[in-house]
């Protein structure tokens, strides 16, 4: 990973990423357009992020990775709370350091969503662990911003090859949700 890019570059691989994810990102968001209260919505949602947040989590880190918050356990919380049991493990893997900060990239991505989710949902009787700790990006978002801007124009692809298959562990991982219920 070479020197990351100066301020007037700043977000230019954001943007690539962006945009290469674009139609996935949109079919994903597609899903929960309606929000989470319709039966059995909060519930698959909760089973396709914990299938898909877990198939990240137990994926080997490269050195280059930040500190990531785990988050798998407050999914689990948050289904034992609602009486469902987990989904079967999907799998995954990263060919390169950039493959993982590109799934990374869409994990903490989610944050940005899981913050919107989390205000429609208070004041519901609903287990919240997760969306209450997961929906703060903050600090976390700008740092996996600021981190791609340290990968080459070489490696773009393999950022966006790690961004799509995160995207397509979550979209089977919600399809298999929607299935179960």
């Known amino acids: 990973m070479p020197a990351c890019r100066a301020t007037a570059a700043l977000h230019?691989?954001?943007a690539q990423l962006r945009t290469r994810t674009a139609a996935v990102h949109a079919a994903l968001d597609a899903r929960f357009r309606d929000g989470l209260l319709g039966p059995g919505r909060y519930a698959?949602?909760?089973?396709?992020?914990h299938r898909t947040v877990t198939a990240f989590e137990s994926t080997p880190a490269p050195p280059t990775a930040p500190d990531t918050p785990a988050r798998s356990g407050l999914l689990q919380a948050d289904l034992d709370a609602l009486g469902l049991a987990p989904l079967a493990p999907a799998p995954l893997a990263f060919a390169s350091a950039a493959h993982w900060h590109g799934a990374h990239y869409v994990i903490e991505g989610s944050a940005l969503g899981a913050g919107m989710l989390l205000a429609t949902l208070r004041g519901h009787a609903l287990p919240l662990a997760f969306l209450q700790s997961h929906g703060h990006p903050g600090a976390r978002w700008?740092?996996?911003?600021a981190g791609l801007e340290c990968f080459s124009d070489t490696e773009v692809p393999a950022l966006c090859e790690g961004a799509l298959s995160m995207f397509a562990v979550a979209e089977d991982?919600?399809?298999r949700a929607d299935r179960r219920l």
């Open 12 to 14: 230019a691989i954001h």
């Open 44 to 49: 698959a949602y909760l089973l396709g992020m």
């Open 142 to 145: 700008r740092a996996v911003l």
């Open 173 to 175: 991982s919600f399809a």
